[in-house]
C-alpha cells in the first residue's frame, strides 16, 4: 500500500487560511468517507483533527475544516495562529482493511 | 480522564523481539479497538495494525504480516504489541492510538505517549 500524496510543506502568514491536500486513489480516500488527519507539534503524540472526512472531534477549533473530492481530501485551516504551525497528516482506511497515512506536510506560520 | 500509557524505552539487539505495553483508562476499553503507529526518527507516520479489544480481531499491515503479533488483555485493560525479528530499520517511536469505535475503519482519537525502541548492535 503506498503512501498518500502530500505537499512537503505550506506556509501562511497569521490570519490566512491554507489548504493541504491529501491525493490516494479509489482504493482509499475515493473509496471510503474514513479519511482523518492529524496534528503533531515537534516531539509530541499526533492528534487528531479531522475525521471521517469533515467531522471534528470535541475540543477541536472550528478553525479546521475537511473536505474531499474523488481521490483527493483536504484540510483548511482558516485564521491562521502561530500554535497552528506543525506537521500535518493525512490518513485514510484502504480496500485492505488496514490504514495508510500520507507523508505529512510541514506548516510554517510566517 | 480518558489516557493510554505506554510502557518505557527499550534498546535491542538485531534479531531480538521488543513487546511493547499500553494501557488504558478512563473509559470502557471492550468497547473500542486499538491501533499501532510507529514513526521513524525524522520520517512520517505508519501504520502498523488494528486489534479489537472486544473480540481480538486483528488487521496487520502487509509489510509487518509474520513479525508483528497485537494482544490485548481484558483484566488490565493493556494492549500489547511485539515485534521479532528486529532490524536496525525498526528503530521508531512506537505509539498505541485508540479507534474511535471498535470497527477496524475508525479514527485514532486518543495516543499514547510514545515509547522509543533502538535497534542497534
Known amino acids: 500500500q503506498s503512501a498518500l500524496t502530500q505537499p512537503a510543506s505550506v506556509s501562511g502568514s497569521p490570519g490566512q487560511s491554507i489548504t493541504i491536500s491529501c491525493t490516494g486513489t479509489?482504493?482509499?480516500?475515493?473509496?471510503?468517507?474514513?479519511v482523518s488527519w492529524y496534528q503533531q507539534h515537534p516531539g509530541k503524540a499526533p492528534k487528531l483533527m479531522i475525521y471521517?472526512?469533515?467531522n471534528r472531534p470535541s475540543g477541536v477549533s472550528n478553525r479546521f475544516s475537511g473536505s474531499k473530492s474523488g481521490n483527493t481530501a483536504s484540510l483548511t485551516i482558516s485564521g491562521l495562529q502561530a500554535e497552528d504551525e506543525a506537521d500535518y497528516y493525512c490518513s485514510s482506511y484502504t480496500s485492505s482493511s488496514t490504514h495508510v497515512f500520507g507523508g505529512g506536510t510541514k506548516l510554517t506560520v510566517l | 480522564q480518558v489516557q493510554l500509557v505506554q510502557s518505557g524505552a527499550e534498546v535491542k539487539k538485531p534479531g531480538a523481539s521488543v513487546k511493547v505495553s499500553c494501557k488504558a483508562s478512563?473509559?470502557?476499553?471492550?468497547?473500542?479497538?486499538i491501533s499501532w503507529v510507529r514513526q521513524a526518527p525524522g520520517q512520517g507516520l505508519e501504520w502498523m495494525g488494528w486489534i479489537s479489544a472486544y473480540n481480538g480481531n486483528t488487521n496487520y499491515a502487509q509489510k509487518l504480516q509474520g513479525r508483528v503479533t497485537m494482544t490485548t488483555d481484558t483484566s488490565t485493560s493493556t494492549a500489547y504489541m511485539e515485534l521479532r525479528s528486529l532490524r536496525s530499520d525498526d528503530t521508531a517511536v512506537y505509539y498505541c492510538?485508540?479507534?474511535?469505535?471498535?470497527?477496524?475503519?475508525?479514527?485514532?482519537?486518543?495516543w499514547g505517549q510514545g515509547t522509543m525502541v533502538t535497534v542497534s548492535s
Open positions: 478512563g473509559y470502557t476499553f471492550t468497547s473500542y479497538g
Open positions: 471521517d472526512v469533515s
Open positions: 492510538a485508540r479507534a474511535y469505535g471498535d470497527d477496524p475503519w475508525e479514527a485514532f482519537d486518543i
Open positions: 479509489s482504493s482509499d480516500v475515493g473509496g471510503y468517507n474514513y
